[in-house]
């Protein structure tokens, strides 16, 4: 299987805590993205990160990227209760497909 | 925007039924979109690409005959789950693929409908 995996499996922590997801792939990549779901929902797009970039910033989201370990982590800061939801990675070794994660439960707690 | 609904949200059938999800790009043509199916608390797999005009690729391990594609527009693909059975139960997600360029910037990204979950009794 191409599936990357995703650590930690499940994250809990309190309101305004930074929360960490790693992120690990098999293959080579154009690019990765990393996507939210709430619980029975769809996906939100979050962040794409070419892979010529090593890091990238979006509002309380930073990514990394490093394509010699073939891993790439999701950092997310001063963290709110709303950003409760499954956290995924997914990875486009071509142009067409996207390979998804494992992924992370992240519950943040008031 | 790049906005992809899905018809209908839940669906409930008896076994043996065949089941029709609708996915529609609502304001891109979209000449690729993508199937996948989710297990509870589990990963999405991708199930098959459906290309517009053309047969779908499915994936290894997914029964095309159970598992219908049609791509007939720009903005409309389906999946027929056939003689469905409890174990088809699942949420069932598409997306649709939005690439061009823009100046000298090439774009390719997949824009993801709500899912539909589909419970088999």
């Known amino acids: 299987s191409q599936q990357g995996e995703e650590d930690p499996q499940a994250l809990s922590i309190q309101e305004g805590e930074n929360a960490t997801m790693n992120c690990s792939y098999k293959t080579s990549i154009n690019n990765l993205q990393w996507y939210r779901q709430n619980s029975g929902r769809g996906l939100v797009h979050l962040i794409l990160?070419?892979?010529?970039?090593r890091e990238k910033h979006s509002g309380r989201l930073r990514v990394t990227l490093d394509t010699s370990k073939k891993s790439s982590s999701l950092l997310i800061t001063a963290s709110r209760a709303a950003d409760t939801a499954s956290y995924f990675c997914?990875?486009?070794?071509?142009?067409?497909?996207?390979?998804f994660g494992t992924g992370t439960r992240l519950l943040v707690s008031p | 925007g790049a906005v992809v609904s899905q018809h209908p949200s839940r669906v409930i059938c008896k076994s043996g039924t065949s089941v029709k999800i609708e996915c529609r790009s609502l304001?891109?043509?979209?000449?690729?979109m993508f199937w996948y199916r989710q297990f509870p608390k589990k990963s999405l797999m991708l199930m098959a690409t459906s290309n517009e005009g053309s047969k779908a690729t499915y994936e290894q391990g997914v029964e095309k005959d159970k598992f219908l594609i049609n791509h007939a527009s720009l903005t409309l693909s389906t999946l027929t789950v056939t003689s469905a059975h409890p174990e088809d139960s699942s949420f069932y997600i598409c997306s649709a693929r939005k690439a061009g360029t823009s100046g000298s910037y090439s774009y390719n990204e997949q824009f993801f409908g709500p899912g539909t979950r589909l419970t088999v009794l």
């Open positions: 997914a990875t486009a070794p071509d142009f067409q497909k996207l390979v």
């Open positions: 304001d891109f043509q979209a000449t690729t």
């Open positions: 990160i070419r892979s010529n970039e």
